[in-house]
């Protein structure tokens, strides 16, 4: 018996073979009580949990930044010891990556994609509920680690072996971090996959490839990333967990082992992995750019493809992270050349989006200033990383403060800075109303000369050789004064944060006594803008036509004679409406979220005692049996009428796609 979630399309869309077993877990039929959100399977309400727990973590890592950055204000700091030191940066550098910057990308991504190719939801909407309820249960058992794993995990966030064995890591940390990462790239697998179908299969009749907003096939380059990357990361994690829990030696050079597999294997999946973080952002500038240039993107093609090369190319520059691991001046050359080819495709991008703004009749409200503000931060982390490709300076550089610097520029800088400014931008598409501009404009500030202030110097410290990883620096060194700046620049970024949360709420108490924003506030250019605010839970009243790349703006300008941008339609002329009566909508569920919470349960078994995993591995498959079993749509999560009053209309044009 299989769990069959055929794709939304005509027709009934799953078998009905038995009816819930459990009363208590009866469906809502659609509203926004905690049963609603703990069974949702709708995209925007799934990438709307994507942003709140991502924002949550971001708290998380940022709180251990400022311990790390109190701890080295001055020398012989006395804020941590040792060994705590090394559980907080790893943990830091674990909760930024995978528990912040990727499911900040993957909440954009949920919510924006099917509005920006015309569907109604994704492909698989509980699959999608899965890999959200699969992540923030990994997460959850991630920072578990603090409570019953004798601390975080002290290995560093590439963790090298054989650090990262029981001799030298003997806390449960280590396993911690192995087994939360195999269920974290398991949530990642099963939206990728998801993510994938749906753009291929389900954009909007006339919406051909070359008409699909640069935002989206970012998103899809990403997920292709995703899904060749983290199975190499996975094949590392299960040794590197069997090495540590069952005494395998895959690691151990006693053994004849070589230690560097770990390196190899994780950067094969490592570097692909900094873009599947930048890759969305690039996305989003692409989106943002246009919209307050009032311009098209210059070289929409040149973006996409660029986009796919880097997609590509980035397959080729692993072995730059282990210049000294000692693999030999032929590879060292080889990597270091393809390294520096990588620079091409990524300047092509920075050229597209100033051209795109020369010209342009440039409105920097907030989520421009954002986005232009990343992309400069993006471009200087770019340059000092072209400098590590040149192998003699990366000898001098690798493990010093100039690389922290670097990947900061680049994670934070672009990372950080873009997806805030996507904040700014589609908020009024979520939540119906717009974050307080000065507020944003405040917060963008503090956060650009935070983030300067707190990175600009690590440069200079990593050139004057200060290593990264270590607790402490005596003040013979000479490193005091820029350390001190680069703590005064991390509380600067966490108040720029306390800015941003106090916009949030502040924002959303006066909205009822604000003008409504209405469905397209920035005049914007992609799909979503055509629909009201917030996104009804439909989508699409009808599934649109397309005629053309940038639709919206298209239904709203128009060209005179002379070729000056004319306006056409007023949004409500522009904007497609219909008879959404009887729209069929997939049906919220359960199972999904009990086949997570069995994945830690796994987990705490595997290092604790195996009769733990005995309830989590009944849980996750009596859930996998149980959501089988459901029927698709009971109760009829209908928008309007019911179930049996008609054919269930065609939900996207998937079908009727045909590449014009
Ligand atoms: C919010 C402001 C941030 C501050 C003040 C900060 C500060 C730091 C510092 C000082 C270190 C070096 C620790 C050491 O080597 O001893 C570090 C490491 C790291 N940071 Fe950040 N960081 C911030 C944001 C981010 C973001 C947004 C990301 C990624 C998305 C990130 C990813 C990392 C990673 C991967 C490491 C390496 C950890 C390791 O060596 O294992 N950080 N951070
Ligand atoms: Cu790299």
Redesign the pocket.
């Known amino acids: 018996m299989a769990i069959v979630e055929k794709p939304l399309s005509i027709g009934t869309s799953e078998p009905v073979l038995a009816d819930r077993p459990l009363g208590v877990l009866t469906r809502p039929k659609g509203g926004n009580g905690w049963r609603d959100w703990l069974s949702t399977v709708d995209h925007k309400k799934i990438g709307i949990m994507y942003g709140v727990a991502a924002m949550f973590f971001?708290v998380v890592?940022?709180s251990e930044?400022?311990l790390?950055?109190s701890q080295?204000a001055v020398p012989n700091g006395q804020v941590l010891s040792a060994d705590p030191?090394n559980q907080v940066?790893?943990m830091?550098?674990?909760t930024?990556?995978f528990l912040?910057?990727m499911p900040l990308a993957a909440a954009f991504a949920n919510y924006l994609i099917p509005l920006q190719i015309g569907a109604r939801d994704v492909a698989f909407p509980r699959l999608n509920a899965l890999s959200f309820w699969i992540w923030i249960s990994g997460a959850i058992f991630l920072n578990s680690t603090w409570l019953v794993g004798g601390g975080g995990a002290d290995?560093?966030?590439?963790?090298y072996s054989p650090n990262s064995g029981v001799v030298f890591s003997p806390s449960h940390g280590v396993d911690f971090y192995a087994i939360g990462l195999l269920i974290l790239g398991i949530a990642s697998l099963v939206s990728a996959v998801n993510l994938i179908t749906t753009v291929i299969n389900m954009r909007a009749p006339g919406m051909s490839w070359f008409r699909v907003p640069v935002f989206t096939w970012m998103m899809l380059v990403t997920q292709f990333l995703l899904l060749f990357a983290l199975p190499v990361i996975t094949v590392a994690l299960f040794f590197l967990m069997f090495d540590r829990l069952f005494g395998s030696q895959f690691f151990n050079p006693d053994t004849g082992a070589d230690p560097l597999l770990w390196q190899h294997l994780f950067w094969i999946f490592g570097h692909p992995e900094v873009y599947i973080?930048v890759l969305p952002v690039f996305g989003i500038f692409s989106e943002i750019i246009p919209t307050f240039s009032r311009k098209p993107l210059f070289g929409y093609s040149f973006v996409v493809f660029s986009g796919i090369a880097i997609g590509f190319m980035g397959w080729g520059v692993w072995a730059h992270h282990m210049f000294v691991s000692g693999i030999g001046p032929v590879s060292v050359a080889a990597f270091s050349l393809s390294t520096m080819f990588i620079a091409v495709p990524t300047g092509v991008k920075i050229l597209n989006w100033i051209a795109t703004m020369w010209g342009g009749k440039i409105w920097f409200a907030t989520p421009m200033l954002f986005s232009v503000g990343a992309v400069t931060m993006f471009t200087i982390g770019g340059v000092s990383g072209v400098t590590h490709s040149l192998a003699p300076v990366d000898t001098q550089q690798t493990d010093t403060?100039y690389i922290?610097a670097h990947?900061?520029y680049v994670?934070?800088g672009a990372?950080?800075l873009g997806l805030l400014g996507a904040c700014y931008f589609w908020w009024p598409k979520i939540f119906g109303h717009m974050l307080n501009e000065r507020l944003g404009k405040v917060h963008f500030w503090l956060a650009t000369i935070?983030?300067n202030l707190?990175?600009g110097p690590?440069h200079i410290l990593g050139l004057q050789g200060m290593?990264?990883?270590?607790?402490t620096y005596s003040s013979g060194f000479g490193f005091a004064l820029w350390n001190a700046v680069?703590t005064i620049?991390?509380f600067t970024?966490?108040t720029s944060?306390l800015v941003f949360f106090y916009n949030i709420w502040k924002s959303k108490k006066d909205a009822p006594n604000l003008p409504d924003p209405g469905p397209d506030p920035w005049d914007a250019r992609s799909l979503e803008w055509m629909l009201p605010s917030p996104t009804p839970e439909h989508n699409f009243d009808e599934v649109p036509e397309i005629n053309g790349l940038d639709e919206w703006w298209h239904r709203k300008y128009g060209y005179d004679d002379d070729g000056n941008v004319v306006r056409i339609a007023t949004v409500e002329e522009a904007a497609q409406k219909g008879d959404a009566t009887n729209v069929h909508l997939p049906s919220p569920s359960f199972w999904p979220l009990v086949v997570a919470i069995g994945m830690p349960l796994i987990g705490y078994g595997l290092i604790f005692n195996l009769w733990l995993a005995v309830p989590g591995g009944l849980a996750t498959a009596g859930a996998l049996f149980a959501w089988a079993l459901e029927p698709a749509d009971d109760p009829d999560a209908h928008h309007g009428g019911s179930h049996d009053d008609h054919e269930a209309p065609a939900l996207t044009g998937a079908d009727t796609n045909e590449e014009s």
């Open positions: 971001f890592g940022g930044a400022l790390i950055r080295l030191y940066y790893t830091h550098g674990l930024m990556v912040f910057v290995c560093g966030w590439f963790c973080v403060y922290v990947f900061h994670m934070f990372g950080a935070g983030m707190t990175f690590m290593s990264r990883r270590i607790d680069a620049g991390a970024i966490a944060l």
